[in-house]
């Protein structure tokens, strides 16, 4: 069973940057793929970015391909999601999350993933 808790969320204003950090505890942290979501207000949850158990290869959702990065620290078993240029709509609660499989990559439906964090909210001012 792993453990997940994410941090960094907060108020910022558009065109502000953010960092996201979702600590892991519990499995090997470098074998597997690891993903940031959000959901949004009324919307269904969707794929912000995933990094592979490597962090050689990251994957970006196309809405925030520019703007954000994932990363991975293995050392640390600590996720992160470097956030700039933020936009209104990217308000939401942001979660991290485990990919079931290990050394799986290139997955981007939750429905693969397990073992979600609380989430932290990100809420972004016009």
């Known amino acids: 069973q792993v453990q997940l808790v994410e941090s960094g969320g907060g108020l910022v204003q558009a065109g502000g940057s953010l960092i996201l950090s979702c600590v892991a505890s519990?499995?090997?942290?470098?074998?597997?793929?690891m993903g940031w979501f959000r959901r949004a207000p009324g919307k269904e949850r969707e794929f912000v970015a995933a990094?592979?158990?490597?962090?050689?290869?990251?994957f970006h959702a196309v809405s925030v391909q520019g703007r954000f990065t994932i990363s991975r620290a293995n050392a640390k078993s600590t996720l992160y999601l470097q956030m700039n240029s933020l936009k209104p709509e990217d308000t939401a609660v942001y979660y991290c999350?485990?990919?079931?499989?290990?050394?799986?990559?290139?997955?981007?439906?939750?429905?693969?993933?397990?073992?979600w964090g609380q989430g932290t909210q990100v809420t972004v001012s016009s």
């Open positions: 999350a485990v990919d079931s499989i290990p050394y799986r990559t290139g997955v981007t439906d939750p429905a693969y993933f397990t073992s």
């Open positions: 990094a592979s158990a490597s962090g050689l290869s990251t």
């Open positions: 519990g499995r090997p942290f470098s074998q597997y793929a």
